[in-house]
């Protein structure tokens, strides 16, 4: 369970790569607060991919002031999203030589960890609000998701390769998201982790008599 909280963390505070969401934005130009501030939707990486134009329809581009942040979040929720998913992975067949962090069900082990050891947990959320507050606050004047100088040695020279890179760490994220929303909704109705179901053959909460359905 600790590895999980672990990934979590380093998602929570790190980049895969500084990220420079914007379209017209070079590999090593940071923009200014005013910049920031006056973004349209229509300069973001990924507006027009698979949608081809910009696809809205609760308006939250409106807001030209907000898009920034809503863009950092997005950024920042995705990364934590990509390592959860790989923690709840790894925790099948990984853990701490401690039994409090041997249950291999994502939020089984959480409750677990919550109920045995409270003192760790809040020991791990004390040093991600730390990290958050200080070295990797984000700040206006970079872009969005851009974490000071953190993974800079892997941005290629080249400005449509990094454009590309941006895109994918977009869309994963995004599918990170829901695919770590449906592992948990998965293990509360059938009981099990994403693994253990496979292992198992449950691969579907509805009729085979091991799930909620």
């Not at 380093?10 to 980049?15: D, I, N, Q, T």
């Not at 920034?68 to 950092?72: E, N, S």
């Not at 040093?127 to 730390?130: C, K």
């Not at 198992?200 to 509805?206: D, L, T």
């Given at each position: ?8 963390l ?6 895969f790569?500084?990220?420079v969401p ?10 200014n ?8 939707a229509?300069?973001?990486v990924?507006?027009?991919t698979?949608?081809?134009g ?6 939250f ?6 898009l ?5 979040v ?31 069900r994502?939020l089984a082990?959480l409750?677990?960890?919550l ?5 760790a ?5 004390l040093?991600?609000?730390?990290l958050e ?25 080249d400005?449509?390769?990094?454009t590309k890179l ?15 929303i449906?592992?948990?909704?998965q ?12 292992l ?7 009729g085979?008599g091991?799930?909620?359905?």
């Open positions: 369970m600790r590895a999980v909280f672990l990934l979590t380093m998602g929570a505070v790190a980049a790569v500084p990220s914007l379209a017209n934005v070079g590999t090593t130009t940071s923009i607060r005013k910049t920031v501030l006056s973004m349209g229509e300069d973001l990924g507006v027009d698979e949608t081809r910009l696809w809205d329809p609760l308006g581009s409106r807001n030209e002031e907000n920034y942040r809503y863009r950092a997005e950024l920042k929720h995705g990364r934590v999203a990509m390592l959860a998913c790989l923690g709840t992975l790894v925790q099948t067949f990984t853990h701490l030589p401690d039994p409090v962090f041997d249950n291999p994502p082990a409750s677990q960890i109920d045995q050891r409270p003192l947990a809040i020991q791990i959320f040093v991600i609000g730390a507050l200080t070295v990797f606050r984000q700040d206006s004047s970079d872009a969005p998701g851009q974490l000071n100088n953190f993974g800079a040695n892997f941005i290629p020279d400005e449509e390769e990094f941006q895109l994918k760490e977009l869309k994963n994220g995004r599918l990170a998201m829901m695919a770590i449906g592992q948990f909704v293990e509360k109705l059938t009981g099990q982790g994403p693994i253990e179901q496979l198992v053959g449950h691969a579907s909460p509805f085979d091991q799930g909620y359905f």
